[in-house]
């Protein structure tokens, strides 16, 4: 893409409004890298529309322009693909208005720039959940998280977030608008148009608002630390708790020992959630609708796992500061090692039966390719996705080691690959992995995903810098 014209930004900014638009440096730096600093954009314009109509019109002048557009929620995202090189950033995240929630649907509209936490809040307001959760949930937006599929913490109940969408809303590359908020459970007629807008990280059109299922409020919860000697142990357990519950298991969680004590040592106020160090942890949580059922299956299952031998030590948080003490050891598992030196990053997923054999050989093999690594694995067992982690020997060089990030990736990779699973569970593929996925789709996949590409935008406007 060539640069915009001069012409082009003035229109833009014409029709944006006052408050609609920055092209003062210092307002856009903030929005022009991700968390990991791994990239730092730059851009002529960055636009705020604050409304559908607005983000409408905007777009169509960049597509009678042939102006490229960079969407951006809550600028979470973790590889890149919300980073603008050129393109023109246009933000939803003044798009605020939560249009409404109808408990009898189970269902709430909200725009894109509402935040997770805001409508996890919405939905609980009209005493019910909205299940989507992950450490960045005060920050990221609806439409960020739709874009890119997000995933979380509770996804063994609830899935990820292409089933909690029920309609879109969105602005197409050539600035049409899809209208497509229903509340429908079934609609069985002919392509479901929303469900290629959601994980397309903005390449097909910008969501605007979106319809999202919601779910009764559990009435009890049970959250246990455990501690494992492996992660076969674990996967036996998620076995156990699935069949012992007969489905209320909403988080299963496994870390390392080497990221609880990252997270110990780099996060103030956090501490040892159990009496001992065993070498690998889980996180668990129960659910149910029924009062105090949930903390009675929790020790019969916790109960049971001894007997047999799964487990080495267990806590069962006795009230919401335990709870909360227990999940912020989880969720600051990333941000505990950013005092640890950089690290080559992997979010991939294997089937839950290959986990324990992908840890194991993946380790061994990262071990052998560069002694001394350090592999802090954590994730969400319970849906397959691990967050595979490689950090620098302590007083390693830090540039050597990241010039092997690229070939430390693909042997991770590739066993990933070999287990049927895949190198981005949850965070898109975005600037970091678009061209290493040519390794692992198939000329079938790519050839088709650029057929619909080109048929939704052929100017090749929107996102143009990711997915193929």
Not at 6 to 25: E, I, M, N, V
Not at 200 to 225: D, H, Q, W
Not at 318 to 345: H, I, L
């Amino acid at each position: 893409m060539t640069p915009p014209s001069d012409a082009a930004l003035q229109t833009l900014k014409s029709a944006a409004g006052a408050g609609g638009w920055t092209d003062d440096p210092a307002e856009i730096a903030p929005w022009l890298t991700e968390w990991r600093n791994r990239w730092q954009g730059h851009t002529p314009l960055m636009l705020t529309p604050r409304s559908t109509d607005e983000v409408a019109r905007l777009v169509a002048i960049c597509a009678e322009h042939r102006v490229a557009i960079t969407p951006q929620g809550g600028d979470t995202g973790l590889v890149g693909g919300q980073i603008p090189f050129g393109e023109v950033l246009l933000s939803t995240r003044k798009l605020r208005v939560i249009r409404d929630v109808t408990p009898l649907d189970d269902a709430m509209t909200v725009e894109a720039g509402v935040t997770l936490l805001e409508a996890q809040q919405a939905a609980a307001a009209a005493d019910r959940l909205f299940p989507l959760s992950l450490a960045a949930e005060g920050t990221a937006t609806i439409g960020g998280v739709v874009s890119t599929n997000a995933g979380g913490t509770a996804v063994i109940r609830y899935g990820v977030m292409r089933d909690l969408v029920l309609g879109l809303e969105a602005v197409l590359p050539d600035g049409r608008i899809f209208h497509g908020l229903k509340r429908l459970r079934k609609d069985n007629t002919g392509y479901d148009l929303k469900q290629l807008l959601i994980g397309a990280e903005g390449t097909l059109g910008i969501v605007t608002a979106a319809t999202l299922k919601l779910f009764p409020v559990m009435r009890s919860r049970a959250t246990a630390m455990v501690g494992l000697e492996t992660p076969a142990a674990a996967i036996e357990l998620l076995a156990r708790a699935k069949a012992e519950t007969g489905g209320g298991v909403e988080a299963f969680e496994l870390m390392r020992r080497i990221g609880m004590g990252f997270v110990l040592a780099n996060i103030p106020d956090t501490r040892e959630p159990l009496g001992s160090t065993p070498p690998w942890y889980v996180l668990i949580e129960l659910v149910s609708g029924e009062p105090g059922a949930a903390d009675a299956a929790m020790e019969r299952l916790l109960t049971h796992a001894f007997e047999a031998g799964l487990i080495v030590d267990a806590a069962i948080a006795q009230n919401d500061t335990q709870r909360a003490a227990f999940w912020k050891v989880r969720e600051e598992q990333s941000a505990a090692q950013k005092p640890e030196g950089g690290g080559w990053k992997h979010d991939v997923s294997v089937p839950v039966s290959r986990i324990a054999d992908f840890l194991d050989e993946a380790t061994t093999a990262v071990e052998r390719f560069h002694p001394g690594a350090r592999v802090s694995a954590f994730g969400h067992v319970g849906d397959g996705n691990i967050h595979y982690d490689v950090l620098c020997p302590p007083g390693g060089d830090l540039k050597a080691f990241l010039a092997r990030w690229e070939a430390g990736s693909q042997i991770v990779h590739d066993i990933v690959a070999r287990y049927d699973g895949s190198i981005s569970a949850e965070h898109g593929l975005g600037r970091l992995k678009t061209e290493e996925a040519r390794r692992y789709k198939s000329p079938l996949e790519i050839g088709t995903m650029q057929a619909v590409r080109a048929a939704i935008d052929p100017q090749r406007i929107m996102n143009p810098g990711i997915l193929f």
